[in-house]
């Protein structure tokens, strides 16, 4: 057993764990003997092609990995105590068990990709214009993953047959690797059709191997890497200016306003969207004969533990460190990661709705009044909450506690949200419908009182000095003692939530009696990224609130309007034409459309590497792609040093642009000492 290579000890699981993703059929008794050598048997093991982007890459590891360890983000309340090793760089080693988990995963997906592409040569029946396009989404994928093992360990073996695998691999070079994944991706884009097979929206298309060729060069040409006597830099401007220009021809568009990237109508169906990773659906029969599939939690780590800062015992009402117990904001039991002050000042909110559709800064409580009108008795317990049982009545002591102004002792503050409950399935259980309580009807009557919002999870902003259906707000712009005094929730300023010692802005205050907050225990809080935050009907596990149904975007046309800026300035183009694109996103961004200007600063003029790193952050930040762009921009001295001293006292250039290969990978192979660690 120990001589077998790690990345068949997961085969087997990945035939199980991905198999249904897609609708087909459960392959757990399939013998490549005889049902892989028909069509059916082989397109339904061609559907594990997919398994990876529902495993570590997207649910959980990857998505921390291709983010932390980077200009945006740092510990919450200066606690070290998890992932200390990707995202400063402390102790990190071979037994880093994200990094284990995404190299496992990758190559486990990229094992099935090979294998679908081999056995369609041996299909006894089939129309090949069908087995054309599933072999296409085959060769996106192993590009696909192939490009994030290549971006995050640098030299690595490549392997694109289907034959038993070596106990002494050897690594190829980065160009060589990037020459595969570019014939990879040109072979896909030929073959795969504009809309995706069978009408299936979880499958690949033209616009995603077109928009992944885009992001691969550019990442190549960090490398140095040129073809056909042009630098990768001018391939990748190619390639997004091609799409860009085409995009209708290809089904892709850019959303003429942020705010509907996330709203919760567009998370299946997305106009915006290059490739997803498609959530499970509880509305679907086969959940309910297949539930293996990943379901991730990666949300709840870029939240505060409001139970820590709060308690439950006054000002808030439905705690979160619970499993099932707070059905607006989920189980938020983790608080893992927070932005950098950098981030949180990239944007600038007076003008830009980025702001609030990516930070959640207003935190509320939450009532249940349309499921219990429609339930009745048979009301799941965290929707059991009646419109007076969300209010919260000040009180003298909970004035003094949170610094809230006396004078409003007596007076309440009401819940933001009431929830609907509905049974989607036996195992996806209750789904959890948000409307929001209109700012001053108090009655409490779901059918005047309520309205939906494109997404729940969307407070106002700035936060009215009168309202009062939140508890607390982390303002971005200081406000004075004299400005908090005039609001009847806890006001904290998230300049305040920074240790003054650290002038990159990279150390939250620890919980310390001295830390000069009022309660000491708002030191837990911090702007929340919800962007992953699903709140709405299908998106729900009843049974566990940790994991969303969602989909996850892998991929979206915002990016390569992006990197159109990146290699326009990296290839020679001059600034002006930089800006062009930028301003794209950013004239979607605006609060109202005057406000695209240049006296506001919504709209460039010209653009330098900085600009285009600062809207990397507004638009993508979150979104799986930040450490990558540090590498190939050969940044992480530079933006360390200036926006994240925390990581950038450990960061050591020789050997953190590279991930440690895995100590349990090395310990099932014969070359371990030639193959190496990457200086681990």
């Not at 397109?43 to 990876?52: E, F, R």
């Not at 299936?200 to 490398?223: D, I, M, S």
């Not at 533990?305 to 705690?319: P, S, Y």
Request: hydrophobic share 40%; charged share 15%; net charge neutral.
């Amino acid at each position: 057993m120990k001589k077998s290579l790690y990345i068949y000890s997961l085969v087997l699981f990945g035939i199980l764990y991905g198999s249904c993703s897609l609708k087909e059929f459960n392959p757990t008794s399939l013998s490549e003997e005889g049902a892989l050598s028909t069509f059916d048997g082989w397109k339904a093991y061609q559907s594990n092609c997919y398994t990876g982007v529902w495993g570590s890459l997207i649910g959980l590891q990857y998505g921390i990995i291709s983010e932390v360890g980077t200009d945006l983000w740092t510990f919450s309340y200066n606690n070290h105590n998890q992932y200390k090793d990707v995202m400063a760089y402390e102790e990190f080693t071979t037994s880093s068990g994200l990094v284990n988990n995404v190299w496992t995963f990758a190559w486990g997906s990229i094992r099935d990709c090979n294998k679908t592409i081999s056995l369609s040569t041996k299909l006894t029946n089939g129309n090949a214009a069908d087995i054309k396009t599933l072999v296409a989404e085959a060769k996106f994928l192993r590009a696909y993953y192939y490009s994030v093992i290549v971006a995050q360990w640098g030299s690595v073996p490549l392997l694109v047959g289907d034959d038993p695998i070596s106990l002494t691999p050897k690594r190829d070079s980065v160009s060589v690797v990037y020459a595969q994944i570019v014939s990879d991706l040109r072979a896909a884009f030929n073959d795969l059709p504009v809309t995706p097979y069978e009408g299936n929206l979880q499958r690949a298309t033209k616009k995603a191997a077109f928009g992944l060729l885009a992001r691969v060069y550019a990442q190549g040409a960090g490398e140095g890497l040129s073809e056909g006597g042009k630098s990768y830099w001018l391939r990748a401007k190619e390639v997004a200016d091609s799409l860009i220009n085409q995009r209708a021809i290809y089904g892709a568009a850019l959303y003429d306003d942020f705010a509907k990237v996330f709203a919760s109508a567009n998370n299946r169906t997305n106009s915006e969207v290059l490739f997803t990773a498609y959530g499970l659906n509880p509305y679907n029969a086969s959940y309910d004969v297949f539930t293996g599939n990943s379901k991730p939690n990666i949300y709840l780590h870029y939240y505060p533990k409001l139970d820590d800062a709060f308690g439950t015992a006054d000002i808030f009402k439905r705690g979160v460190n619970a499993n099932t117990s707070n059905a607006y904001y989920g189980r938020l039991n983790q608080q893992f990661i927070a932005p950098t002050k950098y981030l949180i000042n990239c944007f600038n909110a007076k003008y830009d709705k980025r702001w609030e559709n990516t930070f959640t800064t207003a935190f509320t409580n939450y009532s249940g009044v349309q499921a219990i009108a429609s339930l009745g008795s048979g009301v799941p317990a965290p929707a059991n909450v009646t419109y007076a049982a969300a209010q919260v009545t000040l009180t003298t002591a909970m004035c003094t506690k949170y610094g809230i102004n006396p004078a409003f002792a007596g007076q309440k503050i009401y819940p933001y949200a009431d929830v609907n409950a509905k049974n989607a399935s036996p195992n996806a259980t209750w789904q959890y419908i948000p409307m929001i309580w209109n700012k001053g009807d108090y009655t409490g009557n779901t059918a005047t009182a309520l309205s939906t919002l494109a997404n729940a999870n969307i407070h106002p902003y700035p936060l009215a000095v009168d309202e009062d259906r939140f508890f607390c707000y982390l303002s971005k712009d200081p406000l004075t003692t004299a400005d908090k005094q005039l609001r009847k929730y806890v006001t904290v300023n998230i300049d305040d939530l920074f240790d003054p010692s650290d002038p990159t802005g990279s150390t939250y205050k620890a919980v310390t009696t001295t830390n000069g907050l009022t309660p000491n225990s708002l030191a837990n809080l911090f702007p929340a990224m919800n962007k992953f935050n699903h709140n709405f009907d299908g998106s729900w596990l009843g049974g566990n609130f940790q994991q969303k149904l969602g989909n996850i975007m892998v991929m979206r046309m915002a990016e390569v309007y992006l990197l159109a800026a990146e290699a326009t300035l990296k290839s020679g183009g001059s600034g002006a034409d930089a800006a062009v694109y930028l301003n794209e996103l950013r004239k979607r961004a605006c609060r109202n459309a005057a406000d695209f200007n240049t006296a506001t600063g919504m709209q460039l003029t010209t653009a330098s590497m900085n600009d285009v790193f600062d809207e990397y952050a507004r638009e993508l930040c979150g979104e799986y792609n930040r450490w990558a762009i540090l590498k190939r921009e050969k940044a992480f001295e530079s933006r360390l040093q200036t926006y994240n001293r925390t990581a950038f006292v450990n960061f050591v250039p020789a050997k953190h642009y590279n991930r440690p290969i895995p100590f349990a990978f090395l310990n099932q192979i014969n070359n371990a000492s030639e193959f190496g660690t990457n200086g681990y």
